[in-house]
Nanobody, 127 residues
Framework: QVQLVESGGGLVQAGGSLRLSCAASGGTFSTYSMGWFRQAPGKEREFVAALTWNGGNTSYKNSVRGRFTISRDNAKNTVYLQMNSLKPEDTAVYYC????????????????????WGQGTQVTVSS
């Protein structure tokens, strides 16, 4: 059974940076496409960023493009989300997710396409 464990969340001032990590175990991480989603209080879970199994293709929510960078290290079974120029509206619980479809052909931005989920890590950006 695949387990995903997020870390790196916390409290940061607007304009600051955080790097989230998601460590995978129990599966073949290098064959999965991976994504980050977030959920703010009272809102639905939304797509943030994703990449294919080899990191060759990436996708971002428009509002984070240019500020956030998703990457992966298949040797370490870990996916990262570097978040720069953080804004209060980025405040949410951030979840990583894994997709057995290594190319994400059904769509990397859709939560229902993902097979595994972590428990989430809180990111709070103060103004």
């Amino acid at each position: 059974q695949v387990q995903l464990v997020e870390s790196g969340g916390g409290l940061v001032q607007a304009g600051g940076s955080l790097r989230l990590s998601c460590a995978a175990s129990g599966g073949t991480f290098s064959t999965y496409s991976m994504g980050w989603f977030r959920q703010a209080p009272g809102k639905e879970r939304e797509f943030v960023a994703a990449l294919t199994w080899n990191g060759g293709n990436t996708s971002y929510k428009n509002s984070v493009r240019g500020r956030f960078t998703i990457s992966r290290d298949n040797a370490k079974n870990t996916v990262y989300l570097q978040m720069n120029s953080l804004k209060p509206e980025d405040t949410a619980v951030y979840y990583c997710a894994g997709n057995r479809d290594r190319w994400g052909t059904r769509g990397l931005a859709y939560a229902y396409n993902y097979d595994f989920w972590g428990q989430g890590t809180q990111v709070t950006v103060s103004s």
